[in-house]
């Protein structure tokens, strides 16, 4: 049966521009990093922070992210470089394809928590910032399966269905559910969604991080639920399936304690920001010369009522001394 409508699938994931190889799945990548930087940039500035700290911090979280998604597909995918007949070279070729999106956030996290930390600012509040950044670059990092002809679902044929053309590593050629796609414009809904709900509610203290990581965990799961690559089963269910329940429950979890223990939003979130250590100081003079008029309003009033007693006290005197001269000349005709 001839397909009339289909999504094609590209001739080819890599170009050559003389001996560099310009790749598709880490152009997607290198992409998705820029937007998370530069929409958590624009986040982070309105949240009362400076420009540039997002990038800066993103030096350290980016490295360990990219590590940390590797590391999690070569563990729960190991016999793809450790068992019989293959190269555990392999294992380091990032550009073939197989960051696990867990481990990416699990250890960038570690590395935002450096940077962070060397800038002394809250991890919670940077993470709030990046979130629908980080959803957003998912978005786009997933069309690199697009190229690498991976991660699709079942065999389909509905007019959006993906066609594979490649045969290499056990595929067989046919039309499939585009699974990338579908996650694609998953990651895009929790992206405003983050952003809406952080307008709405005002979430701070790592909340709209949590929801971002719950909202993926839902979308993840009946996406993983449809795929047919290999992959590790425990009672019936993907890895991955068991993951997203697990990290869905946490962060839910997390959202419910923080917002118990730590309402609201930060006030301050970078010392020296907008709304950092600066304009508290101003705030803190202003407050301080408020303090010294009103100390000074105060002693006048005290003075001018320590005057007008006085006026009073004076008063009093000297109608008394007229009282005692008239009793006195009283005194003096009833002697005459």
Known sequence: MEELAYIPSPS????????IPLRGYAFCIIIGVFVAVWLGNKRWIARGGRAGTVADIAVWAVPFGLVGGRLYHVITD???????????????????GGLGIWGAIALGAVGAW???????IPLPAYADAIAPGIA??????????WFNQELYGRETHVPW???????????IPGYYHPTFLYESLWCIGVGFLVIWADR??????????????????????????????????????RLNDWTAMIVFLLAVLYMVLSAKKRPGRETVVEPGG????GVSDG??????ETDEASEIAEAGEIAEAKDAEASGDEAEAEDDAADEVKDEAGSGSKKS
């Open 12 to 19: 080819r994931g890599v170009i050559h521009l003389g001996p």
């Open 78 to 96: 190991y016999e793809l470089y450790f068992s019989s007949g293959r190269d555990w070279v392999d294992a380091f070729k990032v550009w073939q």
């Open 114 to 120: 450096i940077g962070c930390r060397r800038r002394g």
């Open 136 to 145: 957003f670059a998912q978005a786009i990092g997933r069309w690199g399966n």
């Open 161 to 171: 269905a993906l066609h594979i053309t490649s045969s290499e590593g056990g595929r």
């Open 200 to 237: 709405r509610f005002k979430l701070g203290h790592g909340r709209a991080f949590a929801l971002y990581v719950a909202a993926y965990c839902v979308g993840r799961g009946w996406i993983e639920y449809m795929r047919v690559d290999d992959a590790h089963h425990i009672l019936g269910l």
């Open 274 to 277: 907008s709304d950092g250590e």
């Open 283 to 288: 705030a803190a003079d202003g407050a301080g």
